[in-house]
């Protein structure tokens, strides 16, 4: 399939650590090649360091310029995701997503390998300045976002989302992890809201 003839792209976003081969994107992969094959599913292995990420999404913006894009993004990616809401007034999906990730990965500062790259990088003080410049402060169309909650994620505190996502549509389960348990439940729900 050429570029010309993609009219709609779903973009998504892995978290901290992770790849396109996370069973969330595989589930929206698989649900959209046998529901909805006009939906051109893109999801890039990102980069180590955030300004990076953030040119790899942005390549993807310029790629499928005349297409009418939406994203989901998990965890870190859903922190992405937010910047992407703000900067392009697109809809989005966030899972589980990082509010304040410099704070969280201040703890881990050091030498790292990512796992899926198997690339060592350094969380230092320049990392988290390129996760401080990629924050959102205000949400400003918070009828394009769309945040998915379950209150036993491990991982991050889903208070810090619901202050955060006050405006937006939430959904907060009880139970669950910070891999979102029961993800394909809503698949066919995000798609009718993001399209």
């Known amino acids: 399939m050429t570029t010309a003839n993609i009219t709609k792209v779903l973009l998504s976003l892995h978290g901290f650590h992770s790849s396109p ?37 942005e390549s993807v913006f310029k790629q499928y310029d005349k297409c009418k894009i939406a994203v ?3 965890s870190l990616g859903g ?6 809401a703000q900067q392009y007034a697109v809809k989005v ?3 589980n997503p990082a509010v304040t990730p ?5 703890f881990y500062q ?7 790259l198997q690339q060592p990088y350094i969380i230092n003080s320049d990392y988290i300045e390129q996760l401080k410049a990629l924050h959102v402060e205000k949400i400003n169309y ?14 991050l505190d889903y208070r810090d989302a619901l202050k955060k996502y006050k405006q937006c549509k939430i959904t907060c389960e009880n139970g669950g992890d910070h891999s979102f348990i029961g993800f394909e439940r809503y698949v066919a729900e995000i798609i009718h809201f993001l399209y």
């Open 72 to 74: 989901m993004g998990s």
């Open 142 to 155: 918070p009828e394009n976002i769309w945040v998915l909650l379950q209150q036993q994620d491990e991982v």
């Open 102 to 106: 410099n704070i969280l990965l201040d």
């Open 79 to 84: 922190f992405l995701a937010t910047k992407v």
């Open 21 to 57: 081969a996370s069973l969330k994107a595989q589930q929206m992969r698989d649900y959209l090649l046998l529901e909805h094959p006009e939906i051109h599913f893109v999801c890039p292995q990102l980069p180590v360091y955030p300004e990076d990420m953030w040119s790899v999404i």
């Open 93 to 95: 999906v966030l899972i």
């Open 110 to 116: 050091g030498e790292q390998i990512h796992p899926y």
